[in-house]
T-cell receptor, first 114, second 113 residues
Framework: DVKVTQSSRYLVKRTGEKVFLECVQDMDHENMFWYRQDPGLGLRLIYFSYDVKMKEKGDIPEGYSVSREKKERFSLILESASTNQTSMYLC?????????????FGEGSWLTVV | GENVEQHPSTLSVQEGDSAVIKCTYSDSASNYFPWYKQELGKGPQLIIDIRSNVGEKKDQRIAVTLNKTAKHFSLHITETQPEDSAVYFCAAINSGGYQKVTFGTGTKLQVIP
């Protein structure tokens, strides 16, 4: 089975702190994604990466950056956390090679910024 | 770009009844439509999917139908059980070339015992 692992499930950070959310997938997937999930707003794409060192902005990239130095790892960075970034963050991955193109999610990281 | 609308946003059914969730999409190039179930505190899990060359797919109590002409697809859950209570998301994907996954806004299903 595909496994997408988000290393931190629950974090509490202070306003202005730099925050790293880490995600690792074990299926050699080319594409990786970071979503933000808020009540009533569904899943909103922050950034995605289709290859190592490649990144593309999603729908809500402001206040975030990403890093993909290795194929299996995709990091989301909040340069200066703000209270409006309190949310659940979901990492996901998908293969370009599998006909199904199913997207697989991690368990989520709950971030509270105080 | 693609726009996916999902209805209803909340749905309550009695245990044993059926539940139907509907999604519409706007991009005729979308050709893959997965459905995800998200239980409280967990990430979304794929439960069923359908491709544009198929009109219906069934897996035990879950079925998905697709109407390409009308650009809508639906999730059907029969004989609902309390463990079916969760948030369900639909998605539309153009699996050719570079693809952006567009999700619906989710349906919170409550199955009342």
């Amino acid at each position: 089975d595909v496994k997408v692992t988000q290393s931190s499930r629950y974090l509490v950070k202070r306003t202005g702190e730099k925050v790293f959310l880490e995600c690792v997938q074990d299926m050699d997937h080319e594409n990786m994604f970071w979503y933000r999930q808020d009540p009533g707003l569904g899943l909103r794409l922050i950034y995605f990466s289709y290859d190592v060192k490649m990144k593309e902005k999603g729908d809500i990239p402001e206040g975030y950056s990403v890093s993909r130095e290795k194929k299996e790892r995709f990091s989301l960075i909040l340069e200066s956390a703000s209270t409006n970034q309190t949310s659940m963050y979901l990492c996901a991955s998908r293969s370009d090679r599998v006909p199904g193109n199913t997207i697989y999610f991690g368990e989520g990281s709950w971030l509270t910024v105080v | 770009g693609e726009n996916v609308e999902q209805h209803p946003s909340t749905l309550s059914v009695q245990e044993g009844d059926s539940a139907v969730i509907k999604c519409t999409y706007s991009d005729s190039a979308s050709n893959y439509f997965p459905w995800y179930k998200q239980e409280l505190g967990k990430g979304p899990q794929l439960i069923i999917d359908i491709r544009s060359n198929v009109g219906e797919k069934k897996d035990q109590r879950i079925a998905v139908t697709l109407n390409k002409t009308a650009k809508h697809f639906s999730l059907h859950i029969t004989e609902t059980q309390p463990e079916d209570s969760a948030v369900y998301f639909c998605a539309a994907i153009n699996s050719g070339g570079y693809q952006k996954v567009t999700f619906g806004t989710g349906t919170k299903l409550q199955v009342i015992p």
